[in-house]
């Protein structure tokens, strides 16, 4: 490439000598970038979302092709977010498809001093089977004489993590399950 060739192909050139003034057309093109396409335009198809971090309830598009997700970008369409995106909401493909994402729960047995890698389904069994011995081993029918129909054994505290409907269904599963002290704190 000899170096008038070198001068024509460089971007701010294309720029003082055509007739993109402001560097955001063709002035900014290269044969590389003409080559790039959007990860959004290979997606089969494209699911409405909620991003998961706080409780703004921004709305996303989650880019799916071949059943996994290629990308996530706010959603324009949202009337609470219009398409907007804060960092964390931005990067939130890294929660889905990172390679830093956890797979396996680290549990340290009773009185033990080494943790271990448990499955998460035999971590859900374990926390279940807890969950129903805890509300056998301390449910209360009365309470001087009162009904109270209750486990004073469990209690939640939610974060802000959480969305509205996540804390709804909480509140449903812990009521249901007769707890009483089920609380949502949206600062932690």
Known sequence: MGLRQWIEGWPVYRQ???DDDLGRGAAARSPHTERLRART????????????YCAVGCGQRVYVKDEQVVQIEGDPDSPVSRGRLCPKGSASKQLVTGPGRVYTVLHRRGHGTEWERL???RAMDMIADRVIETRRRTWQDSFHGAPVRRTLGIASLGGATLDNEENYL????????GAIQIENQARI
């Open 170 to 177: 909480m509140k449903k599963l812990y009521t249901a399950l």
């Open 119 to 121: 499955p998460l389904d």
């Open 16 to 18: 003082l000598a055509g």
């Open 41 to 52: 335009e290979q997606a089969d198809r494209v699911v409405p979302s909620v991003c998961p």
